[in-house]
DNA sequence: AAGTGGTCTAGACCACTCT
DNA sequence: GAGTGGTCTAGACCACTTG
């Protein structure tokens, strides 16, 4: 039997470049495991002899998945798989004069079960109707509180969530998911809006109601692409700032 | 006299790669205006050997330059400067449910030169005092006024504004801009916050003094790094909206 | 010193565009 | 068919990291 690690020299759809079926193939390799997040995979010769295609083409896929936020390269130590999104900072929208990078103390304020809205279900991906778990989070800094959340997670995955202590919870979401219901966040989108206070919320930031509030809409994906998170957080619109560069 | 095409070969500076001073090489070429905006370039394989690298060498160049915006490649034709920014649609921050890459029709104003304050000074980059030119612009959509403008310009660059007849000076302002006063805008920021409107301000945009607004302040950058434009924006703040994604 | 990714070369062939 | 950019190969050497 023959047992050589090449695998059968990559197949290229028509049309399809061989890099590209390559960086196809790596995909498939890490989306199911067999590289876990912020692990190293195996050297570049090694990948290329493995999949059967010489060295130039195999950087090329690599090169492909890296541009695609899949992996990340370090010169002279490997190449590594990325951990989910860190924290995508929720606090680059807004200037509440803070230090760089501090990270807001966070409180949940509600954690309930329900079943998905119309809306709800649309932008999660998942059907009318289906379980969710549903968190309110208020963030501060300073003492003060910045941001109000709401946020959904589908539930069968995050079940784990549901009776863990709040405490447990800690001031970053994304980490917290991926040590507890190993669900890592590969990426996000987020969409920017413009809205006024309702009371609830007002009272909750410390604003008066009508207050105009910023409101940052987030859906987050995991890496197969399954939407695993929506949020929607509310916060002073005179605090909003974000900078775009355009070529 | 050695008159052959080829260049001295690159000589990289320490700690720099040869494709990236082969990149500075063509830069500064295009910046010289040997190959003008929309303009072609000659072929990887002619300008490999007129840089003296191998073709994957200048190849990597090109990529370089390809991916700060500087030119385009398209299979088969060639290879481009690329021409100014066509305009960088402010539509793509509001929703006025215009259709779709409408461009909405243009009034300036006021048109007058001044001074350049500390604050506009140090945002075009000039020294404070010198002398710009302000316009004011209005713009709507079907006939609904959307959007106030407030501009300045660096004048010895844009004298050709100064006296040209308003009527001329079309929809798109950077066209214009290339046409008449041979400035081709090659990269922009965008920086958007949230404000209220001033009485006057609301009077334009016919909306009600106090009515939140989003300003989008934006600095315009030719191809040799340098402001050409300062641009403050407001538009109706609940008509704003914007999708960023992050990986 | 050994192992990794990054750069560079020289040459072949493919896919697209225009005449 | 001629010319362009895009892909692929095989091999060499460089630069960074770690033991």
Redesign the pocket.
């Known amino acids: 039997m023959d047992k050589v690690v090449t695998r059968k020299p990559v197949e290229?759809d028509p049309?399809q470049?061989?890099?590209?079926a390559v960086a196809e193939a790596l995909r498939q390799r890490i989306v199911n495991g067999e590289w876990p997040p912020g692990t190293g995979?195996?050297?570049?010769?090694?990948l290329a002899s493995d999949h059967g295609?010489?060295?130039?083409?195999l950087?090329?896929a690599l090169t492909l998945l890296s541009k695609q936020g899949l992996i990340e390269?370090?010169?002279?130590?490997?190449?590594f798989v990325r951990s989910g999104l860190a924290g995508a900072p929720m606090l680059r929208f807004f200037r509440f004069g803070a230090g760089d990078g501090e990270v807001p103390e966070s409180r949940i304020l509600t954690r309930k079960a329900a079943v998905a809205s119309p809306d709800v279900a649309r932008r999660l991906g998942v059907a009318r109707g289906e379980p969710v778990l549903r968190l309110q989070r208020l963030r501060s800094l300073a003492g003060q509180p910045r941001l109000l959340e709401d946020i959904w997670l589908p539930l069968p995955v995050f079940d784990a969530l549901v009776d863990v202590p709040l405490a447990d919870i800690g001031n970053l979401l994304y980490p917290f998911f991926e040590a507890t219901c190993g669900v890592a966040v590969a990426r996000a989108t987020d969409e920017i809006g413009f809205a006024m206070l309702s009371a609830a919320q007002a009272k909750a930031l410390d604003l008066q109601a009508g207050h105009p509030c910023a409101v940052v809409t987030r859906q987050a994906y995991d890496l197969a692409g399954r939407c695993v998170e929506l949020r929607i957080t509310h916060g002073d619109a005179f605090a909003f700032h974000y900078s775009v560069t355009i070529t």
Chains 1, 2 share one sequence.
């Open positions: 290229p049309g470049s061989r890099y590209a995979m195996p050297s570049e010769t090694s295609v010489a060295l130039g083409t950087r090329q390269r370090r010169h002279g130590k490997g190449t």
